[in-house]
């Protein structure tokens, strides 16, 4: 692929993952610090992101570098995501760890996480990007899921789905770990 070929479709990558998220050019250009004519540029695969900029990207949509240059190339029909390749993000405050296992790009509009609590361990909604559904299964453990006015308690085994609109809560109450691996889907 040519440079300015590849320069190209960085910029619709980058549009694509952008849109993907919800936000508007003027929002993602104002959380990486950058003008929004300049992330238009980008986008239209008139100037090409620098580095530091790609790496910004990266933490504000919430993907991986490699989303930017090969975000849906499956090849022999099998995509692997590596444990050790993958990011980890810990809030130590409210004992929990994200897993990305497919983060929203790599394969279209999907995602897949894994949120590990430990014991008491909790979570609550205050901004969803992007809007959809959030499908999740209990791996392990017990999970207490408030949405609104409701309370729901959950086992191994259970699933729920949420309207990412939904103001939500989920915290562990059991005594032990609790494992939720989850997917993202956008409304359609």
Do not use: W
Not at 71 to 90: N, T
């Amino acid at each position: 692929m040519e440079d300015r070929e590849l320069q190209k479709e960085i910029g619709i990558r980058i549009k694509r993952l952008r849109l993907n998220s919800g936000m508007t050019l003027e929002v993602l250009a104002d959380k990486v610090g950058l003008s929004a004519s300049y992330l238009s540029r980008i986008e239209r695969g008139r100037n090409s992101p620098s580095l530091n900029v790609l790496v910004k990207l990266t933490k504000v949509i919430n993907v991986s570098v490699r989303s930017f240059f090969d975000p849906e190339d499956i090849k022999g029909g099998v995509l692997i995501s590596r444990r050790d390749d993958r990011s980890i993000l810990a809030d130590e405050y409210h004992r929990t760890k994200l897993d990305d296992i497919f983060p929203s790009g790599v394969v279209s509009n999907f995602s897949m996480s894994r949120i590990h609590f430990e014991v008491g361990g909790k979570y609550e909604k205050k901004e969803e990007l992007k809007r959809g559904y959030k499908v999740g299964v209990i791996i392990k453990g017990k999970l207490e899921l408030t949405v609104g006015d409701n309370v729901y308690t959950l086992m191994e085994g259970d699933s729920f789905c949420l309207d990412t609109a939904a103001h939500y809560i989920l915290k562990n109450v059991g005594e032990i770990p609790l494992d939720i691996v989850f997917s993202l889907f956008p409304k359609v």
